[in-house]
């Protein structure tokens, strides 16, 4: 399975929004500035995430959008399936050898565990813990 640039813009839009949670609206304006993408492709983006009640838009002056659940309820499978639809490497066919049919299965498992089990909250705290720095080595 290929993740669009819906899908990715997409996580990006709503990492954005979760990291602001509690900080009142953010405009997509900012989001595209922020993050160096088109502010047109982002509005075409958040209308599927506005109708999902994922996030929710303040009008006015100081409007913008907002989360409309904790990043802690909303997984980025949420996000995928809203913007990409079902999320599967392949139509699984009834009529094919029950091998390669096993193998779809177990890869579209595979992603859907790590897409619902990854929330927004996890994705805008996000902190690499390959960080060399974090280590002490004796030689």
Do not use: C
């Not at 979760?18 to 209308?47: F, M, N, R, V, W």
């Not at 699984?92 to 619902?116: F, H, M, Q, S, T």
């Amino acid at each position: 399975m290929k993740i669009s640039t819906k899908g990715r813009y997409g996580l990006t839009i709503m990492m954005a929004l979760a990291k602001k949670h509690g900080e009142g609206p953010t405009s997509l304006k900012s989001i595209a500035k922020d993050y160096d993408l088109s502010e047109h492709y982002l509005e075409q983006l958040i209308a599927p995430l506005r109708n999902a009640m994922f996030v929710k838009s303040i009008r006015g002056a100081y409007g913008g959008y907002m989360l409309a659940a904790d990043p802690k309820e909303i997984t980025a499978g949420d996000i995928i399936r809203v913007l990409e639809g079902p999320i599967s490497p392949v139509e699984v066919l009834d009529d094919e050898e029950p091998a390669k049919r096993d193998l779809w299965i177990k890869i579209r498992d595979a992603v859907k565990e790590v897409l619902d089990s990854t929330t927004l909250d996890d994705l805008a705290n996000y902190k690499e813990t390959a960080d060399l720095e974090d280590y002490m080595f004796y030689i």
